[in-house]
């Protein structure tokens, strides 16, 4: 019997010590890859920062309302969005450009394994990029430490703002020179994953070469502080920058499903509630200047009231840029005496409710007004999948344009000859939006330029005047934020409902989490750095109108 | 069905009791001397024969059992004084034999609790007293005493210690078993299921596209069960490895031995009403609107606008001029409407074969219920097979094969998304028509039949058109196969191979018509999945019974294999609407996914019981695990358990009226792993860009040093039996340890990825389980029993990691957190910004912004503890009464203490939708209010005074322009002013250290009545915390056995008839609506599944159902 234990636990055992030798191959996932090519990563990240850049003022981020472009005609959204009453942790960027950069170091790592040095380049540009946008937005942040969790970092440090805008400098120019550094005109990619040039070494130089520029614009205030020499760094770069607008950074929709489409096109956002209603102050200004890129960006009233006809007429209304549109004219009601009879109407800034009823007179109670047709909406495109003129703008030949009009001005870096850089970027502007293309009879730049409001030379404050067409051209792009706290200009008109009177100049940081006690400290040492503006009111620094490192001493905005 | 399968239940164990008697005899010597035969029959207080009663000759292991004619015949020695007669169910009997040579013995009907014989891990049958761990059993017949539509449900409040729910009470919804509390932070804590040897694949987690697809145990034949032992800690699971931490269900089914001999057939029929009796309970006496009574705003969401039937004239959809805004009845009853009666019915027919060499025994079964929800169906078959063949006189083999197939048409979507059709059916205004949303002829607009809806606002769907159009079906099919073959080598020692298998295959489909919110253009996604587990098992059993010891060894190994595979299709743009194909996805749209993994354990495992002198057993086991999915170094792991249960009846004398009286102890661990490909950090592909490839790192950082997870149990427990078993209490008192249990802990992004795999912490659940029987009532014609099962369980986390400051999620604004020393189950909040300074005059107050609003504080620091969602105890109290012929069971559930978070009650008020919320805390409208809250500010700290209008509470606007504004005229041409200014209560601060009144004087900051219950109700947790108190009567019977005497004459073996009611009545400590049932779902933190003590939108109707069955056996 004993021997039959012995071969039956013999047999027994065999299997389990056969088996077990295949474990490793057992646990090897099938559905994921563990190393590939930093092309598929490549793919990724340039969609990616494209859209977090973006998004800050496209229709759900907290920048457009807050440049005025826009406001929601949303109870619920418009205390935060209009109102400016801005919390922690809402609409915050931080998570989502912290994971890319995951992935941007994830692509580094698999470029320089892979011997790829256009890749390894890149890389080093998108974290420029997304690092300059984090602290730009937060101040101080993480940076130095990031990404080095297998080595036991859970809890990076908070770097000072300006050690990371030092790093950012040379490390850009360290990617042109490693761009330059390829041979032949064509950067090695696979075919189809570079999203933005299409392997034209030169357009990524530019691109390269315009974010200096823009980051060294930045930091003219602080110039005094930085141990790196940005009137260097930005006369080199500028040697080479974008030259016109087949050079943009852009990425357009593919709109063939939700992950490649506008936000608030049917694909993201089925339900159609135009909510989002152009500011009238920034609607004020384009008409001031007859501006035909407002017929781009808005289609007519579809009812208005009209004190010339007594019974209900409907016309066809063509704009300038040829486009027709049914407009129905109301006789105006008795007992209303501020409705506004314009055929473009935007709404006042800043009011934490929502504007039903706003300019809809006797229907003011009526299912219809939030698609009020009292007020205009933004052009179909804004309501489309995909358009070629929707679409997400890292940076322009315009706006590269417009910094160095800017820097003319003001006299730095160098840079002359601020009126024609000005010319150039509106110009550019007017030439991106399908102006000179559309405008029925042709586009009469010179006489648009000449306008009063319009010609430098005409203007009393030319940097002021440069900075308002650049936030005019710049249109549901977040840079103009930037450009406000660094200038004060355009000189925004507090909102006149919100609860506190100054525009934000920053985010709330992300609250700790997990909250712990070295996190904290870590978090608390940076927020300590923050200077409290008189406009805080909250027992904490980590506020919205408190001063980072950048404008810190500048007198700027406020 | 209940008499026979009772009694053919009884006689299995029965029989199992003796034939494990006689078995130890053989190796005993019988004394030479001289013999006698006695004969006799054994019949019931009705005078019917009893089969397979055991009669024994006392002192001795010499017995028989009874006939199928009740008669016996045993050769016992001349000097024999005594026989005992033993039947389960019954009272046990003992003769004087003295000269008789036939005895007929009546046998009385037994109390409940009598020495029990229990199926144990492996399958093995063991005393019940002979176990120094706690198992709890539910016999067929317990489980069977209503159809229900799962087995899980059947089990509910008959188990201490076990704690079953199952979300929004719809039939065919998962539900949750959890055994002894969850102690598991990282997995749904679900047991094991094992049927007739064959692990069976369960998980709560069975989502698809917003809809619940029930659990793979649902799919089980509750009608085939014979009996459910369930293994509660470790101790008793230790043999079924790693899966067996959370404990262990073993669930035998009938097989036909033991059943009469030859031929026989068995047929039960049910159908059961369930009627909705209790709804939602919304107002319908304010329009749509967010901005107030003077404003109408048809698409919003919430119902703060202008009073109904008031003369407010506004402007609808679709009508061609403005009307006066009123209710209409089919609104006022839509809820009511929209339900309906669902209907249920089964049907199960078994044929059973019992002959000399074989049994055989196949059963087939039919499950069809017709949903409370329009185009709701759920339909189930079942067959199975089992068998069992005498090769010869050492090897037999039995085989069984069980199909389980559940499938339907369109389960409901009930889920919390805005457009789920139980939630649209409360977002309608109340002064929507519904007519031309329940006419499928004007569901869509004219001359777009298919591509646009009619709408009544544009973010809402309409729930008649979804429940008909947008469908999710699925079709599952279940196999469980076993293949088993036993060879007694040698006397004593055996081996027995098995080859187990189960799988699950599952094709679900969702269709989503055009225009649909969310799906502009339809959308069409189906997923094929598939899973499947072998295990191959070897095992050699010794048993050997010497003159004062019982010895039993079975040593054996296992191979596991486990293999997921899943293929998802998908599209969310149909080219031509209504076509529901993946080729029909437009270019570019169509997302094709696949996954498989694949895990393999090892195993070798043993385990040694000894008894002593039928008074002290002992038993040992030991296992030793070898896991794919750990690292290398980690891979193997070894755990023990020992457990020890002493009779100190058989030890000690004691009073004849102690039956049993034992004590027991056991420890045990259980070692667990993970699930595959945790080691290693990969990428994965997004959709494409075009013709782009799109790749990114997985942001959940693995580890390659993961150790098994390490469950340590310790439990005492004592059994008492008192007065011929007429009263019987069982208790056990546990203590768990989870440690080194894989987490997922978050980490901050900046670190390189949201959260980190690690092994942490130390997790301890203890807990009690009482269970007390007791026979009340016996009497010839009446009898009245009472069974209670009481659980109570608290987990504590001890420790965490380093760096791990609490474990658990935020839902809404109720905050789940644990910290180390705290209770598993803990509800915090986030307190508003408050005057801490205890010196000033407002302290204690929120700081009100200038938006009129207060915030909440975001440090963890000053969060309070506001609840905890465990119950103080639960109860299962199961009455059951026989008069004549009529029995009468019911089934009543009791949990008391603990909270939960309700969501749907937040959102509720938020929306104004709520009945009877139409303002904020109550005041004296006629006294001054800032008084008022001087004088008694702990009833208005974190409150919002105000109200719709001023007969809800409403203040007239100060500022005169407000005033106006907030104004209209009336259908009778009067100026209506809406006085429904309203106020967070609080201070502001006036910059200069001070405060500001915001008590309703002169600088209040006003606000809608919408904004109020914002800046208050919504934010606070405690504003919608409700006590989870409830009590249910879950079942209810009254059967009639049709009396023996007249089904002979039908030639009927039996006939029954039963009325069957469940869920007859529900009381809630809360008072309101929302089941607190619904928020216990599932109680895990980790896995992705829901959060215990939250519920949200589960918003179901109540039923009460009432049916009746029918059992006939041939």
Known sequence: MKNIFKIILTVALIPISISCNDFVEVNKSPNDVSNISPNFLLSTTTINLAATYTDLAEMNGRVAPLLQYFQKNDGYQSDELNALIWLPNTRSIWQGAYANLVNVQAMSDLSVEEGNVFIEAVALVYRAVFMDLITKIYGDAPFSETNQLDEGIVFPKYDQQKDIYETLLIDLRTAKNMLEGIS???????????????????????????????????????????SVDIDAEFQDAAQNVFTSNDDNAVIYYLGTAGTNSFSDGPFNNSIISFSERMGQGYLDSLRKQNDPRMYRWLRPVERKWDREVSTETTIQYADPLGQTFPVELLPYPDGYDDLITDLYIGIPVGNDMSWTGFNAGPYANSDEPKFSPYLSRFADMYYQNANDYVNRKIITYSEVEFILAEAAAIGAFGVSDAETHYKNAIDASMDMWGIFDDYVGGFDFENFY????????????????????????????????????????????????ADEPAIPIRFHYDTPNPPDPQYVDKYNEAVGRLEKSEFVKASSTDDHRSRMWLLQGTNNPY | MHIIQLSLFLLVLNSAIFFSTISYSQSTNIEQS?????????????????????VLEKGTTNGTITNLDGEFSLTIPEDSEILRFSYIGYQPQEVAIGSQSKINVTM??????????????????????SLGYSVGTVSGEDLNETPQASVLNSMQGKVAGVQISQTYGVKGSSISMVIRGASSLNSDNQPLFVVDGVPIYNTVNNQFNQVDLGNAVSDLNPDDIESVSILKGPSAAALYGSRAGNGVVLITTTTGKNQKKGLGVSFNSALIADVPNEYFPIQNEFASGQQGAFAFEGDAYEFWGPKLDNGFIAQQRYEDSPGELISHENNINRQKEFYQTGLTQTNNLAISGNYDKANFRVSVGNFLNKGIMRNVDLKKNNIGINGNMKLNDKVDISIMTSLNESKSGNRPNNNDGFTTPTRAILTIGGQVDMSPYKNPETWWMPGQEGVVQRRWKDRWNNPYLMQELATTGYDRTQVMSKVQLNWEIFDDFSFTGSYLRSSLSQRVEAQKPYNTVDAAYGGYDLLNSGEREENWEGRFSYTKTLTDFDLLVNVGGNLRDNVKENIRNSTTNLVIPGYYNISNGGPGSVLYNNFWSQKKVNSLFGQASI????????????????????????????????????????????????????????????????????????????????????????????????????????????????????????????????????????????????????????????????????????????????GLNYTKNRTTIIELADGIEYFGTKQGAAYFYTYPGGEMGDIYQAPFEKVEDVNSEYYGHGIIYANGKTRTVTDPDKFEKIGNYNPDFMLGILPSMKYKNFRVFANFDWRSGGEFYSQTMMFAKNDGKLAGYHGGESYDMNGDIVQQIKDNPDKFIDKWVGGRDSEYGGFVWTDEGQREARSYVNASGEKVYVNDASFAVGVQPDGNGGYIENFGGPETIWLSPYHGNRSQDRLLAEANLYSATYVKLRELTITYDVPRTLINKMKLQRLSLSLIGQNLFVWRKSGIFIDP????????????????????????????SFGFKLGAEF
């Open chain 1, 450 to 497: 000449s306008q009063e409001s319009v010609d430098l030379n005409q203007a009393t404050n030319k940097h002021e005047r440069i900075m308002t067409q650049k936030w005019i051209s710049m249109w549901l792009r977040p840079e103009p934020w930037f450009d406000w706290r660094r200038t004060g200009y355009p000189n925004f008109v507090p909102p006149y409902r």
């Open chain 2, 1077 to 1104: 049932e619904t928020a216990f779902y599932s109680e895990n933190d980790g896995s992705g599944a829901l959060q215990g003590g939250w519920e949200y939108y589960s918003v179901i109707p109540y039923t009460r």
């Open chain 2, 611 to 786: 008894g002593y002198k039928n008074s002290v057993y002992l038993d040992i086991t030991a296992r030793n695990d070898w896991s794919s999915t750990l690292p290398k170094d980690n891979r193997s792991y070894f755990y023990p358990s020992a457990s020890l249960s002493v009779l100190l009846n058989e030890m000690f004398d004691m009073p004849e009226w102690i039956s049993l009286a034992k004590v027991r102890a056991g420890y045990a661990q259980v070692g667990n792993d993970v699930d595959p490909y945790q080691l290693e950090r990969y990428y994965n592909f997004g959709q494409d860009w075009g013709d782009t490839k799109r790749a990114s790192l997985d942001l959940t950082a693995k580890n390659a040093q993961l150790k098994p997870e390490i469950a340590t149990s310790k439990e005492i427990g004592a059994e008492l039996s008192l007065f011929d078993n007429r009263f019987s209490l069982d208790a056990t008192y546990y203590v768990v340890d989870n440690e080194n249990q894989i987490l997922n802990i978050s980490t901050p992004i900046t670190s390189g990825a949201y959260s980190k795999l690690i092994n942490a912490g130390l997790v301890r659940g203890k807990g009690w389980e009482v269970s007390l029987n007791s026979s009340i009532i016996r009497q010839k014609d009446f009898t009245f029993d009472l």
């Open chain 1, 184 to 226: 032949g005109s064509e950067v090695p990619v696979l075919d189809g994953y570079d999203l933005l040039y299409d392997g034209d070494k030169n357009k990524w130089i530019k691109f390269v070469n315009s974010l200096r520029i823009r980051m060294c614009l930045l930091l003219n205030n602080k110039k005094g502080e930085l």
């Open chain 2, 108 to 129: 009385l009907d037994a109390v409940v609790g009598l020495n029990e014989v229990v199926i144990t891990a492996l399958g093995i049958s063991r005393e019940k007293e």
């Open chain 2, 34 to 54: 001289q013999q006698k035969t006695v004969t006799g029959m054994v019949t019931d207080v009705e005078g019917l024969p009893l089969i397979g009663v055991a």
